[in-house]
Structures are given as C-alpha cells and as structure tokens.
C-alpha cells in the first residue's frame, strides 16, 4: 500500500540564488497548517517546520542572510529571543533610550561599582546627596547661628565668644558648609597654635551647636552625624586646684571695695561663677527663706538651682539688704580682683576661680555630701569627687564659714557715679 504524501497548497520562496529557503504549506489531516522550511546548506538539504507563517517567514529572511554572510547556523534568533529583545527595547524606551544607550550606561555603571551591586550603590547615593540640601557658607551659616542666638536670649558674653570663635572658622573655611569635612575641622583646630586644649574644646563646642543647627535648618543631612560631631577633641591636663585660706578670705573681704566685696562674698560663700553673679539682681537673694535663686536664664547650664544663704554671708551682704538692681555694678571686675589681691597681701596674687574651688572643697568638708554640693554649685558629682574631695579638712570648713565681718563693720562709702548723683537730682525736683 503505498503511503498518501502530505498536500502542499503553496510554496513561498525567499531570498534568492544559493541563499534562497522555499516554505512549503501543508494541510495536516488534524486540520491545521504546518509551514516547512527548505534550504540547502553545507552540500546538504536541510528543513524546518514551524507553525505559523510569519514566524516562517521571519525565520527563512535570517537564515538567507547568514547564507549570504556565511555566518554559522548557531547565530539564528529564535521567537524568545526576539520576544526578549523586544521587551528590552520597550523597557529601555520607557527612559527615553535606546536599548544600546542603556546597555552602554549599564556597562559604565557596572565598572565603577565593582562588586558592590548596583541597587545598593543607588540607595546610598539617594541617602547621601548633597545636592538636596540648601547651599550655604560657613561665613552666612554662623550669622544665622549668631542671630538665633540673641533670638534665644543667650547671654552677651556667649554670643561674643561665639562670634569670634566662628568668624575664625568662616574665615579659616570659607566653602560650603555641607563640603566641609571632618578632616578640614581637625586641621583648623590643630593650626591653631597659640590656643591651649581648653580654648580649642570651647571653639570644638560652638563648632558642634552650629554644625547642628545647620542640620536642623536643612542645609545638612538629618540622619548623619556632622562634621563637627566626629571631629577631635583635646585632652586638657588636670591642674591642681587652687583655694583660699579662711585667713586670705578674710584679709580680701576686708581690702575689697565695696563694688567688688557682694562679688568675693557671694562667690567664696555660696560658690556662685562670677560671670553668674554679674547677671544676678539683689532681688535674687531671698534673705527670709535662706537661699539665693538662680533663673535658668542666668545660670551657665541653663538650670534653675538654689544655693544657700549661709549666716556669714548674710553678714557680709546685710548693708546691701534692701538695694534694688544688679548686685555688680563694676564692669571690669576682673581688673579690680586683681587690686584686691594686691592690697590684701595675697601670695602670687589674685587665683583663677579660686572662690569657687574654695567654696565646693569648703562645703563638702563641712557636709560630707557631694550630691547635695554639686546641685548647689551646679557642678557634676563626678567633677567634685575628681577635685575637690579631702582637699581640706572639717575644722578648716568650720573656720571658713565662720568667717564674719568685724563688730560694727561698715563697707566704705562708695562715691556716686555721674548717673546716680543725676538720678538723685531729678527725684529731688
């Protein structure tokens, strides 16, 4: 019985010469057509069957051009693979690129990033660019810093300080805030030569407030650490600390002017910073509960506290009692200090904090209790017991604060500044 032969409707021919590939059409007996590709290759007919017509034909115009090109039978494109680079076009043209532009980016990318992949290395650089944020100068970032701090109602002398201590800075650095680095910071600090540790700490500091006030004004990254923050610090020797006797105290107390006495009283007996006590007004002390009130606005750690009045203090104040207005009136207190030391015959003269240290070795002598000093002195506990512990003795601290002016003591008259003797003229009239 011979063997039916498949009927072919139609014969389609591409190409042409040696580089041409015949499709047959063929009705199958399930009823469907199947497309048969003929071309001969290599001294050899080869065939292909493929189901649908076009993909025949898209397939016979590749094979015509790898038999014109010579090209092996292994370059043929299959339908995934067409189906691929379709959608890789249509993914690159989502960007506005051609798929070989983005191919060519990709490539570049993937050089420089190594083997970090390239999803983490675009989260960091969106995390971390600095072209989100405002640009500013040190030189304009620190006047904004300046002026929000008068705004605040920081005291004068701070925002001095401060003013110096930045407008070093801006001069030193003059770029953009956000391209300084820690580095810059550590080698301004280290130029500055003729500064001790302390003095570089304090500009550390208001480089440290500044950095983080630009951070909250939006010219620095919100969740990193600034500059200023990971900058060094200097380590500051420790001195030995310096005190008075109750024997100087009481040659001083009786030397000083009367402008200048409230200050050695109050500072020596209560152990309140001279810089606290020139903001202080008469009405602060409160001679009947037995205290004196220091506003958070006046104290140098922003702190309400209140130190006590002790009798001998009471004493050496008492003509002073029912003043008004600001217990010091002299401005250059630290001139007339000095004076005082002089007359009273103080060795080496007047000592650098020496009332304070005076007052929290004194104090915690007599209480035994460095909390309760360090609240009254607005000192940390471990600054007192690193300091000023069994630097003296309880009979010593007895003889401190037993320290009373002589029977019928009187400060000196103090002659009246123009001011006052014009003040006084007009309440006359």
């Keep these: 019985m011979t063997r039916k032969r498949k009927r072919r409707s139609s014969i389609v021919e591409i190409g042409t010469g040696v580089a041409v590939v015949r499709i047959y059409t063929i009705n199958r007996k399930d009823g469907y057509e199947q497309f048969t590709l003929a071309w001969r290759e290599g001294g050899r007919r080869r065939t292909r069957c493929i189901s649908s017509m076009d993909e025949a034909k898209m397939i016979a115009q590749q094979i015509t051009v790898r038999l014109t090109n010579g090209s092996s039978a292994t370059c043929e494109a299959t339908r995934r693979d067409i189906e691929l680079l379709q959608y890789c076009e249509r993914t690159a043209s989502e960007f506005g690129v051609t798929l070989a532009a983005a191919i060519e980016e990709w490539a570049s990318a993937r050089r420089t990033a190594g083997e970090i992949p390239l999803s983490d290395a675009v989260r960091f650089y969106a995390a971390n660019r600095n072209d989100l944020f405002a640009t500013r100068s040190n030189a304009k970032v620190a006047a904004e810093f300046i002026e929000s701090l008068k705004r605040k109602g920081v005291s004068d002398l701070y925002v001095r300080h401060a003013t110096l201590n930045l407008k070093r800075y801006s001069d030193a650095l003059p770029g953009n805030i956000a391209d300084v680095t820690t580095a810059d910071i550590n080698r301004f600090l280290d130029g500055l030569k003729k500064l001790g540790p302390v003095s570089k700490n304090g500009i550390r500091r208001n480089l440290v407030t500044m950095f983080g006030f630009a951070k909250r004004q939006g010219y620095l990254h919100p969740d990193r650490k600034t500059a ?47 810089a606290e006590i020139a903001r202080l007004d008469w009405k602060d002390i409160k001679w009947d509960r037995g205290h004196i009130e220091i506003a958070g606005s006046k104290a140098k750690t922003a702190a309400r506290r209140l130190v006590p009045l002790s009798e001998n203090l009471k004493a050496w104040l008492a003509p002073w009692r029912e003043d008004t207005g600001p217990i010091l009136t002299i401005t250059d207190y630290s001139g007339a200090l000095s004076d005082t030391a002089v007359k009273a015959q103080i060795p080496g003269g007047w000592r650098q904090n020496a009332l304070r240290h005076s007052f929290i070795s004194y104090r915690v002598a007599e209480t035994g209790d460095v909390a309760r000093t360090s609240l009254e002195a607005g000192n940390s506990p471990k600054m007192i017991f690193r300091h000023y512990r069994e630097i003296v003795d309880a009979e010593s601290a007895k003889a401190w604060f037993s320290i009373t002016p002589p029977t019928d003591w009187k400060p000196s008259e103090v002659p009246r500044t123009v001011k006052e003797r014009i003040k006084a003229l007009v309440m006359s009239t």
């Design 228 to 274: 200023a923050e990971q900058s060094d610090s200097f380590k500051v020797q420790d001195k030995e600390i310096s005190i008075f006797t109750p024997e100087e105290m009481k040659r001083l107390l009786l030397a000083a002017h009367p402008r200048i006495l409230p200050l050695i009283a109050i500072g020596g007996f209560a152990g309140i910073r001279s």
